[in-house]
């Protein structure tokens, strides 16, 4: 027990003058200058595993669909080899490694599961699970198609929730500053908000010129009602004292609105930006598969109703890694505005 | 360093006129009932004078200064400073809250500027936070968000947000009540200096016997409930004043006694 511990001592104090020098403050944790093996292992033996039951796997499968699949596991051991092999000179990717690692070796030891459940014993049927390799094969097949969809996604859900933010904020400090306003829009805030967006979709297709229209207003209408109620509430309750000092320093309305009410009710606001986000991405693939023609929510129904089930999973794992990171750039943007509530917020 | 820019910035202090103040506001659990907080309140101050009110808790001083700053509007009677009526806040008269009430979203840096700002003021006038920062000693956390720093550094960064505006009058709640006994007597020989230099009025609410003496012109006293000005007690001690001075010390234990004398008189009644 006591032996490890030395050990990381040892390399901390002869390196922490350095360190110090280089991080400022920040004290660095035995753990970072030393990787252990479980860590940097995990990765090549999860894919080491994959490879096996592939192999296994793919006994009864023919040649193409493997091969892209057998590249994918390659690559992934060949990155997680050098990853291995470099990390103990770039403390960065040090760090990144012990926070990834097991998360990742967890995501491919759940693709073997996968695998093995479908191509393998075959106990779900077969056209409605394809396996991983399956899947893979459909996404590299259909590339073109699928980045088209991804783009024509991103232009509808940015150009709908755009439009729904600058017209909530406008709205919502309206309605949390000025009393008639608050008097009255409050009741058909609360009146229209809570309709899902989506329920207007068969109005919004026989008012509507086009469809790419309508589905930028539902969106923007989804966006709306929480980013308002979010950004009044929060302006709104503005901490009296706040605009009381603002006011002894001379501040005229234009200070109290922009510096004072919004900043403090910003923590406010940017959780209205969450749910908004939520709420578009289900009102974009919504509106995608019932009138849009274009976008992966079509891509979806589109390959379904050629019973062409690998391209379903396909677009669904894009539609993963492409709402979530969205939602990861929103999280950067908070953590960069609420600078000033670090250790206070933990969401 | 300060006294230079107060030649540059000649502010003079205005006086202030009480003129049968009152103010009540509702009582929480009773309808009909009000607090009664201000009772006819009348009190002349000069310009530059540095007058002290203590009392005990709930006897109104808060209320006074908000309705001195414009923050609220008496009942019935009329704040005066200079000739004029008082009727909304300003920047001539700075308050520095009991609560320090930073902006925690904005640095120390920033909270200082933010009158400046307010004012459309920064421009010309950005050269003068740093003087204010190091007044407060506050320069190495210039960056700093305000949930970093200690209650007493919270009050000091509240001191120089109100100070930079230069008032003609400055209201200070209890400003210096967080602060240790030694970083309290600096302070407290800072805000004198500025009172000297600037020739600012202020009206200075504190707790603290001795700081009142040691201070003030002239020391209020209230009563709570209605609140009211018991008496004026002119101080006469030299400045600079000695902390340990036998008059000094005389001083203090007759206006002790003075308070003391007030609560029994208010139990028997
Ligand atoms: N906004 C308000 N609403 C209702 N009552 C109030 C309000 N502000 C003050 N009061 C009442 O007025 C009285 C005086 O309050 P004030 O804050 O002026 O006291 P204070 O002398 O500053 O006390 P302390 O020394 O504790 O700060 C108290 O009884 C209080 O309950
Ligand atoms: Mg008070």
């Not at chain 1, 790419?212 to 539902?218: D, I």
């Amino acid at each position: 027990m006591s032996n490890p511990v030395q050990e990381l001592k040892g390399p901390v104090q002869a390196s922490s003058p350095n360190v110090k020098a280089r991080r400022g403050v920040k004290i660095a944790t035995p753990a970072a200058l030393r990787l252990p093996a479980n860590i940097f292992l995990a990765i090549p033996l999860a894919v080491a595993v994959a490879f096996g039951v592939h192999l296994w796997a793919s006994k009864n499968q023919p040649a193409p669909e493997t091969n892209s699949y057998n590249l994918f596991l390659g690559a992934l051991l060949f990155l997680s080899i050098a990853a291995a092999a470099v990390q103990p000179f770039w403390s960065h990717l040090r760090r990144w490694m012990q926070h990834m690692c097991p998360i990742i070796a967890a995501a491919i030891s759940l693709l073997c599961l996968w695998e093995v459940i479908t191509s393998g014993l075959r106990w779900l049927p077969m056209p409605y699970f394809p396996s991983p390799a399956g899947v893979l094969q459909s996404l590299v097949d259909d590339r073109a198609l699928l980045f088209d969809s991804t783009w024509h996604s991103l232009l509808l859900l940015l150009s709908g929730y755009a439009l729904g933010v600058a017209v909530a904020l406008v709205t919502g400090v309206c309605i949390g500053w000025f009393a008639p306003a608050r008097y009255w829009g409050m009741p058909l805030l609360k009146v229209i908000g809570p309709i899902p967006a989506t329920a207007w979709v068969p109005l919004a297709m026989v008012v509507s010129p086009s469809a790419m229209f309508s589905a930028v207003g539902l969106i923007a209408l989804a966006v709306w009602f929480p980013v308002t109620m979010l950004t009044a509430s929060g302006i709104s309750n503005t901490r009296a004292s706040y605009l009381d000092v603002a006011r002894t320093l001379g501040a005229g309305p234009w200070y109290l609105i922009f510096r004072v009410a919004i900043p403090a009710a910003m923590p406010n606001i940017f959780i209205g930006f969450f749910m908004g986000l939520g709420a578009s991405f289900l009102t974009l693939v919504v509106a995608e598969t019932v009138g849009v023609k274009s976008g992966l929510g079509w891509y979806v129904s589109w390959a379904q109703g050629w019973a062409e089930y690998g391209k379903v999973y396909a677009a669904l794992v894009i539609m993963a890694a492409f709402f979530s990171t969205i939602m990861t750039m929103l999280f950067k943007v908070r953590d960069r505005v609420l600078v000033w509530q670090k250790g206070v917020i933990k969401w | 360093m300060v006294t230079s820019s107060a030649q540059t910035v000649a502010t003079e202090g205005a006086s202030l006129r009480f003129a049968g103040v009152s103010k009540d506001f509702p009582t929480p659990d009773n309808v009909e009932a009000r607090t009664v907080a201000l009772d006819n309140v009348s009190l002349s101050i000069a310009a530059g004078e540095l007058v002290s009110l203590v009392g005990p808790s709930g006897c109104g001083k808060s209320t006074l200064l908000r309705l001195t700053a414009g923050l609220d509007t008496p009942n019935s009677g009329e704040l005066y400073i200079g000739t004029e009526m008082i009727t909304g806040p300003s920047a001539e008269r700075g308050l520095v809250f009991q609560d320090p009430n930073l902006f925690p979203w904005l640095t120390v840096r920033h909270n200082i500027e933010s009158g400046l700002v307010a004012r459309g003021k920064l421009h010309e006038k950005r050269h003068e936070v740093a003087e204010f920062m190091r007044l407060v000693g506050l320069e190495t956390f210039a960056n700093a968000y305000p949930h970093h720093l200690s209650g007493g550094m919270a009050q000091r960064v509240a001191l120089a947000r109100a100070l930079i505006n230069h008032p003609k009058v400055l209201l200070l709640d209890e400003p210096l009540g967080a602060l240790d006994a030694f970083t309290r007597m600096r302070m407290q020989d800072e805000v004198l200096r500025l009172w000297q230099a600037r020739n600012t009025t202020m009206l200075l609410v504190t707790h603290d016997i001795d700081e009142a003496i040691y201070m003030s012109d002239r020391i209020v006293i209230m009563t709570p409930r209605p609140g009211r000005i018991e008496r004026t007690i002119p101080i006469t001690l030299e400045r600079p004043r000695q902390r340990n001075s036998p008059e000094f010390l005389r001083l203090r234990g007759e206006i002790l006694e003075m308070l003391h004398f007030a609560g029994a008189e208010k139990a028997t009644a």
